[in-house]
């Protein structure tokens, strides 16, 4: 079943995972992705987040995909944004989709990103 020599050439990352019973102060900073059901008391950098319904992050989130089920306290920027019926959001939220259920309660601004203008990086310099 499971074998060292078993090499197939594909990279399944863990999640890391903050259980409900922990309590992180501090920012957290994943290349990967994070399922959070604790509390976490600053910011959260990740590729994909998920906040489980119990959850409370009370900081920014910037991922490429961010799953808010708790409570959100601070602003979410990700490309996508998916928020449940369950979820909580007190800040702004900067995305390209966003899908949001019935009954999800959100207090602050929804601002679309375009896709074209986020790959931009415009320098603009004094002329002589």
């Given at each position: ?55 409370h992050v009370q900081g ?69």
């Amino acid at each position: 079943m499971f074998s060292k020599n078993d090499r197939t050439g594909v990279e399944r990352a863990i999640p890391l995972i903050i259980g409900t019973s922990m309590k992180v102060s501090g920012d957290l900073d994943s290349e990967g992705s994070v399922q959070i059901e604790g509390i976490i008391q600053g910011d959260v950098r990740c590729t994909e987040v998920t906040v489980g319904n119990n959850a409370h992050v009370q900081g920014h989130i910037q991922a490429e995909i961010a799953n808010i089920h708790g409570t959100v306290t601070g602003e979410i920027r990700a490309t996508r944004v998916v928020l449940s019926a369950t979820a909580r959001v007190t800040g702004n939220i900067i995305h390209e989709e966003l899908s949001i259920d019935a009954g999800a309660y959100v207090e602050g601004q929804m601002m679309r990103r375009d896709i074209e203008q986020s790959r931009l990086n415009l320098v603009v310099g004094e002329t002589s």
